[in-house]
């Protein structure tokens, strides 16, 4: 695997593999083997953030590529977490629910402000993946009609059905886009 | 409405919004531990085996693996009603029962002691429906509960726990009625309410006799209640509740991986970790009940109710935590939607080697009254009745009364819910659109419209018993000390939101306490439908206490009596003179006020929910489409408008009204394996199919509420199903009895399947 190099990479032994790779603007270079803070080769990225990096927001539901709830952005598309392994993240660029808030004033995404005002949410376990996903979505579509919403979104499972204020937040920002 | 609130009814931010949209709030795999080990279990491939052998000692000697614990590790720690299920037994009752346990340092290490476990079973056979499980000569889950018939009732309502409804002359009855029908009905398919996040523990053992259990249920005071008597009344509990990710009842029953998760930490000294894989979730976690009446109703050409009489079969898998409470509820709940002076209703608890059933949306009202609403059809349709007008009939009106959960008969004092249902009707179109039974309201080339009504009221609003403290402090804040753990509902917000409308301060000055045991005072949890009137009583009487303290020592500065005081933005004044006042600070930096309360149980109210669906089907392919839905209640008062909107549209989902639709959980009836426990081949609603959602809202004041209101959550579920199975077979023109109304179902009953083809169908 090719990997960029970085000041840390100067100081891991001779031969061992490492991955790069920029969560919510910040620079991570990671050693891959089986000590504590290293990656194993069987790491999935939701673990990775989870568990190695302390970013917790992601979350993980089913593990299993079905629910959504582990999405996150990466070089712009959302992917979920729990089917990519850590090691295939060299040199991408991934932003996750923590990385959406303006990084200067620290003021909530858009996004993340519609779902607030419209209470978008009732557990919330879904919530994280269902923003990530939507995010990503208005990027590349900023004024979906509320037909394209829904198909965008219906990887995401939520079992509170909170689709309908979901779908009033999403159009609220989606609006604001034209 | 017409009520001038200062914060009860306003759009409101949840207090926990930033938190849930940054990522920020914390669900309990999200906590770190130090030192922390990692559990794991061992479950049963065969749905009934003796063990044998087990041989642990590779798994044991595997780098990493500190603890691997069988049967003969367990010290007689034992769950369930009656508590007759060890936590790890010589015994499997299900595929998916416990076998072993396993603490390792990382799950991969944990996951690989697995593998090197040896066991020998002796298989034995198992019997996975009511039918076999009853049947003469049939194999014993357990050889103490001859016949597979669990003891009835629960000790928790005491010694006369309702186990079904018998007053009055049912064959007087009967021969009262201008109609009689009969026949068996179930609602047995057996979702899964699937809440996303994961079921798990946390626990620390400290010897000699301590635990500190970190759950995920949200009810974290029942955890300590409960685990107590597992670990047989020996051992301090301590339970600590964080964010729940959904619950709809499920997680009330996690008594198991939390003696999982302490029962290794004992064993290691280390906290331990245990939560479920996804498919451990959808396999070895509660399920419903399944419920079948064989029964007998008669009734007038009028719609009065003459007689109800007949057997409701529940099958609670292998082993029950609240299946003879959920009859309990449920036996009462009936009597709330059917006001009948004839009763001869009984109950049987069947034990069956599948995964445990317990709380799944409904309480027990909403699996009993599926399999009845339909028998109830087959009368009205004899007597050529309006549903709509037969159910708002039959539902309990002040004076009226039913037996409840503890045996005794309780007189109804809540409001009529008939103008709601009305609302409703109007709103839905309903007397535009029913055109009789078992006709469609409209034919559209293949595709026929039908539609159904169903309806459910809980007198559990004010079910059990809940303590708060209020503590002021002088600097204009108060905190809430209250064993809550957020899971959905909002309703930790809305606490803030009415100590913030009786102390009248900002919900931004309030704080709440962790739902821990060792700060907080009893309280059962969020279940039923109590949140908003038995704890949230609680609560508001517990700042009403400290306002009651504040003013007394307020009133000697002011020279008035505490009578004349009120209070507002951290100053008290004497009504109507707001310039004889006294701040709050001047109470001092060292003193601060407490206010205690205690909701004691009161089942003389319920709460009422009418759902009118319309469906479409396609008699080609036998699909059925929802189309829209709308719900009529009345809430009292409206506490949290969004909250409650959000509540009502989770009418759908989560075992709820599609569970009549396509919601199962597909059991394998030869094997005892559970074929769909992912959530690919596990249906569930996305929004691609979302069908119109419309809400009937009426506030009509509840008196005994502080601010006039009960709760709905629960039951916005409820009727649904079995008014999809009523608008299925007005579509079709047939009648379709089994849940979920399946493809193949709809087919069938339109003679376009044989019986032959009916492969995998219950």
Same mark, same amino acid.
């Given at each position: 695997?090719?990997?960029?190099?970085?000041?840390?990479?100067?100081?891991?032994?001779?031969?061992?593999?490492?991955?790069?790779?920029?969560?919510?603007?910040?620079?991570?270079?990671?050693?891959?083997?089986?000590?504590?803070?290293?990656?194993?080769?069987?790491?999935?990225?939701?673990?990775?953030?989870?568990?190695?990096?302390?970013?917790?927001?992601?979350?993980?539901?089913?593990?299993?590529?079905?629910?959504?709830?582990?999405?996150?952005?990466?070089?712009?598309?959302? !992917?979920?977490?729990?089917?990519?392994?850590?090691?295939?993240?060299?040199?991408?660029?991934?932003?996750?629910?923590?990385?959406?808030?303006?990084?200067? @004033?620290?003021?909530?995404?858009?996004?993340?402000?519609?779902?607030?005002?419209?209470?978008?949410?009732?557990?919330?376990?879904?919530?994280?993946?269902?923003?990530?996903?939507?995010?990503?979505?208005?990027?590349?579509?900023?004024?979906?009609?509320?037909?394209?919403?829904?198909?965008?979104?219906?990887?995401?499972?939520?079992?509170?059905?909170?689709?309908?204020?979901?779908?009033?937040?999403?159009?609220?920002?989606?609006?604001?886009?034209? | 409405?017409?009520?001038?609130?200062?914060?009860?009814?306003?759009?409101?931010?949840?207090?926990?919004?930033?938190?849930?949209?940054?990522?920020?709030?914390?669900?309990?795999?999200?906590?770190?531990?130090?030192?922390?080990?990692?559990?794991?279990?061992?479950?049963?491939?065969?749905?009934?085996?003796?063990?044998?052998?087990?041989?642990?000692?590779?798994?044991?000697?595997?780098?990493?693996?500190?603890?691997?614990?069988?049967?003969?590790?367990?010290?007689?720690?034992?769950?369930? @009603?009656?508590?007759?299920?060890?936590?790890?037994?010589?015994?499997?009752?299900?595929?998916?029962?416990?076998?072993?346990?396993?603490?390792?340092?990382?799950?991969?290490?944990?996951?690989?002691?697995?593998?090197?476990?040896?066991?020998?079973?002796?298989?034995?056979?198992?019997?996975?429906?009511?039918?076999?499980?009853?049947?003469?000569?049939?194999?014993?889950?357990?050889?103490?509960?001859?016949?597979?018939?669990?003891?009835?009732?629960?000790?928790?309502?005491?010694?006369?726990?309702?186990?079904?409804?018998?007053?009055?002359?049912?064959?007087?009855?009967?021969?009262?009625?201008?109609?009689?029908?009969?026949?068996?009905?179930?609602?047995?398919?057996?979702?899964?309410?699937?809440?996303?996040?994961?079921?798990?523990?946390?626990?620390?053992?400290?010897?000699?006799?301590?635990?500190?259990?970190?759950?995920?249920?949200?009810?974290?005071?029942?955890?300590?209640?409960?685990?107590?008597?597992?670990?047989?009344?020996?051992?301090?509990?301590?339970?600590?509740?964080?964010?729940?990710?959904?619950?709809?009842?499920?997680?009330?029953?996690?008594?198991?991986?939390?003696?999982?998760?302490?029962?290794?930490?004992?064993?290691?000294?280390?906290?331990?970790?245990?939560?479920? @894989?996804?498919?451990?979730?959808?396999?070895?976690?509660?399920?419903?009940?399944?419920?079948?009446?064989?029964?007998?109703?008669?009734?007038?050409?009028?719609?009065?109710?003459?007689?109800?009489?007949?057997?409701?079969?529940?099958?609670?898998?292998?082993?029950?935590?609240?299946?003879?409470?959920?009859?309990?509820?449920?036996?009462?709940?009936?009597?709330?939607?059917?006001?009948?002076?004839?009763?001869?209703?009984?109950?049987?608890?069947?034990?069956?080697?599948?995964?445990?059933?317990?709380?799944?949306?409904?309480?027990?009202?909403?699996?009993?009254?599926?399999?009845?609403?339909?028998?109830?059809?087959?009368?009205?349709?004899?007597?050529?009745?309006?549903?709509?007008?037969?159910?708002?009939?039959?539902?309990?009106?002040?004076?009226?009364?039913?037996?409840?959960?503890?045996?005794?008969?309780?007189?109804?004092?809540?409001?009529?819910?008939?103008?709601?249902?009305?609302?409703?009707?109007?709103?839905?179109?309903?007397?535009?659109?029913?055109?009789?039974?078992?006709?469609?309201?409209?034919?559209?080339?293949?595709?026929?419209?039908?539609?159904?009504?169903?309806?459910?009221?809980?007198?559990?609003?004010?079910?059990?018993?809940?303590?708060?403290?209020?503590?002021?402090?002088?600097?204009?804040?108060?905190?809430?000390?209250?064993?809550?753990?957020?899971?959905?509902?909002?309703?930790?917000?809305?606490?803030?939101?009415? !100590?913030?409308?009786?102390?009248?301060?900002?919900?931004?000055?309030?704080?709440?306490?962790?739902?821990?045991?060792?700060?907080?005072?009893?309280?059962?949890?969020?279940?039923?439908?109590?949140?908003?009137?038995?704890?949230?009583?609680?609560?508001?009487?517990?700042?009403?206490?400290?306002?009651?303290?504040?003013?007394?020592?307020?009133?000697?500065?002011?020279?008035?009596?505490?009578?004349?005081?009120?209070?507002?933005?951290?100053?008290?004044?004497?009504?109507?003179?707001?310039?004889?006042?006294?701040?709050?600070?001047?109470?001092?930096?060292?003193?601060?006020?407490?206010?205690?309360?205690?909701?004691?149980?009161?089942?003389?109210?319920?709460?009422?929910?009418?759902?009118?669906?319309?469906?479409?089907?396609?008699?080609?392919?036998?699909? !059925?489409?929802?189309?829209?839905?709308?719900?009529?209640?009345?809430?009292?008062?409206?506490?949290?408008?969004?909250?409650?909107?959000?509540?009502?549209?989770?009418?759908?989902?989560?075992?709820?009204?599609?569970?009549?639709?396509?919601?199962?959980?597909?059991?394998?009836?030869?094997?005892?394996?559970?074929?769909?426990?992912?959530?690919?081949?596990?249906?569930?609603? @996305?929004?691609?199919?979302?069908?119109?959602?419309?809400?009937?809202?009426?506030?009509?004041?509840?008196?005994?509420?502080?601010?006039?209101?009960?709760?709905?959550?629960?039951?916005?579920?409820?009727?649904?199903?079995?008014?999809?199975?009523?608008?299925?077979?007005?579509?079709?023109?047939?009648?379709?009895?089994?849940?979920?109304?399946?493809?193949?179902?709809?087919?069938?009953?339109?003679?376009?399947?044989?019986?032959?083809?009916?492969?995998?169908?219950?």
């Amino acid at each position: 695997m090719q990997t960029t190099t970085s000041d840390s990479a100067t100081r891991k032994a001779p031969g061992t593999r490492s991955v790069g790779f920029t969560v919510n603007g910040q620079r991570y270079r990671l050693n891959v083997g089986t000590e504590v803070g290293e990656i194993s080769p069987a790491h999935t990225l939701s673990h990775t953030l989870r568990e190695t990096l302390g970013l917790t927001g992601t979350k993980v539901s089913c593990d299993q590529g079905a629910c959504g709830a582990c999405a996150v952005i990466m070089d712009g598309k959302a !992917v979920l977490s729990c089917k990519v392994l850590t090691v295939e993240c060299d040199g991408t660029n991934i932003t996750t629910i923590e990385g959406l808030r303006d990084p200067k @004033t620290g003021a909530l995404d858009p996004l993340q402000q519609a779902f607030v005002d419209h209470t978008a949410f009732q557990c919330g376990y879904c919530t994280p993946g269902m923003i990530i996903t939507a995010r990503a979505f208005l990027d590349e579509n900023p004024n979906p009609a509320e037909e394209e919403v829904k198909e965008a979104l219906s990887g995401n499972f939520c079992r509170c059905i909170s689709h309908y204020q979901v779908i009033k937040a999403v159009m609220s920002v989606a609006r604001k886009g034209e | 409405m017409g009520r001038d609130y200062r914060y009860i009814g306003k759009p409101m931010q949840r207090k926990d919004a930033v938190g849930i949209v940054t990522g920020a709030v914390q669900y309990l795999d999200d906590l770190k531990f130090q030192n922390l080990l990692h559990g794991k279990v061992l479950r049963s491939p065969h749905a009934h085996a003796r063990i044998n052998k087990i041989d642990k000692s590779k798994a044991e000697a595997l780098p990493g693996v500190k603890a691997v614990l069988t049967w003969e590790d367990n010290p007689d720690w034992r769950g369930g @009603t009656p508590r007759n299920v060890p936590v790890l037994d010589s015994k499997v009752r299900y595929v998916g029962d416990a076998v072993a346990l396993v603490a390792a340092a990382t799950e991969d290490i944990a996951d690989e002691a697995l593998d090197l476990i040896e066991v020998e079973y002796e298989v034995l056979p198992a019997v996975f429906d009511i039918d076999s499980a009853v049947k003469p000569g049939a194999p014993l889950v357990y050889d103490q509960f001859p016949g597979n018939v669990l003891p009835g009732g629960t000790i928790a309502f005491g010694p006369s726990s309702l186990k079904g409804v018998v007053m009055g002359d049912v064959e007087n009855g009967f021969a009262d009625a201008d109609v009689v029908a009969q026949g068996a009905f179930g609602y047995e398919n057996l979702p899964n309410a699937l809440p996303p996040e994961p079921v798990g523990a946390v626990a620390l053992w400290e010897e000699p006799n301590r635990v500190t259990v970190w759950g995920t249920s949200q009810a974290p005071y029942m955890d300590k209640a409960t685990l107590f008597h597992v670990f047989n009344r020996q051992v301090e509990v301590r339970t600590i509740g964080h964010h729940v990710g959904g619950s709809f009842g499920t997680k009330v029953m996690c008594w198991q991986v939390q003696a999982y998760a302490a029962l290794l930490s004992r064993a290691t000294g280390r906290p331990v970790k245990v939560f479920f @894989t996804k498919e451990e979730h959808m396999a070895a976690f509660t399920l419903r009940i399944g419920s079948r009446i064989h029964g007998r109703v008669g009734m007038k050409k009028d719609g009065t109710l003459t007689a109800i009489q007949g057997t409701w079969y529940v099958d609670t898998g292998y082993y029950s935590f609240t299946t003879q409470a959920q009859v309990a509820v449920g036996s009462g709940e009936l009597m709330i939607m059917a006001r009948c002076p004839n009763w001869d209703l009984r109950s049987v608890v069947v034990t069956t080697n599948r995964n445990a059933s317990g709380i799944t949306r409904g309480f027990g009202g909403q699996e009993l009254k599926c399999s009845f609403i339909p028998l109830l059809s087959l009368a009205m349709e004899k007597a050529c009745l309006d549903p709509f007008e037969v159910l708002k009939k039959n539902f309990v009106k002040p004076g009226g009364g039913y037996y409840w959960r503890d045996g005794n008969w309780y007189q109804y004092r809540g409001i009529d819910y008939s103008p709601a249902m009305d609302k409703g009707a109007e709103v839905f179109g309903w007397k535009e659109k029913w055109k009789g039974w078992l006709t469609p309201t409209a034919v559209n080339g293949t595709r026929r419209t039908g539609i159904g009504v169903g309806v459910h009221g809980n007198a559990d609003v004010g079910e059990d018993t809940a303590e708060a403290y209020v503590k002021l402090d002088n600097n204009g804040a108060a905190t809430i000390f209250l064993c809550a753990a957020e899971h959905g509902t909002g309703q930790k917000s809305n606490y803030a939101r009415m !100590v913030a409308e009786v102390l009248q301060i900002p919900p931004e000055r309030i704080s709440m306490t962790p739902a821990d045991t060792l700060v907080t005072p009893f309280e059962f949890g969020p279940v039923g439908s109590r949140g908003t009137y038995a704890i949230a009583s609680a609560v508001i009487n517990a700042a009403e206490d400290a306002k009651r303290k504040l003013f007394e020592i307020a009133a000697p500065k002011l020279g008035a009596d505490p009578q004349e005081l009120e209070t507002a933005d951290g100053v008290v004044f004497v009504k109507g003179h707001p310039e004889r006042s006294w701040k709050w600070k001047a109470l001092g930096f060292d003193r601060t006020i407490l206010g205690w309360a205690r909701f004691e149980p009161d089942f003389t109210l319920c709460n009422c929910m009418m759902s009118f669906v319309e469906v479409e089907v396609d008699t080609e392919t036998g699909q !059925v489409n929802l189309l829209r839905v709308v719900l009529a209640t009345d809430v009292g008062q409206i506490i949290d408008p969004q909250g409650l909107e959000g509540q009502l549209n989770g009418c759908i989902g989560s075992a709820g009204i599609d569970s009549a639709i396509f919601e199962e959980t597909v059991l394998n009836p030869r094997s005892g394996h559970i074929l769909n426990a992912n959530l690919i081949d596990y249906k569930w609603r @996305t929004f691609a199919d979302l069908p119109a959602m419309e809400h009937v809202v009426l506030e009509t004041p509840i008196p005994t509420h502080r601010f006039h209101a009960v709760g709905v959550g629960e039951i916005a579920t409820s009727p649904g199903p079995s008014a999809v199975l009523m608008a299925v077979s007005n579509a079709v023109g047939c009648w379709l009895h089994e849940y979920p109304v399946t493809p193949q179902r709809v087919l069938r009953a339109l003679g376009k399947l044989g019986n032959a083809t009916n492969v995998g169908a219950r």
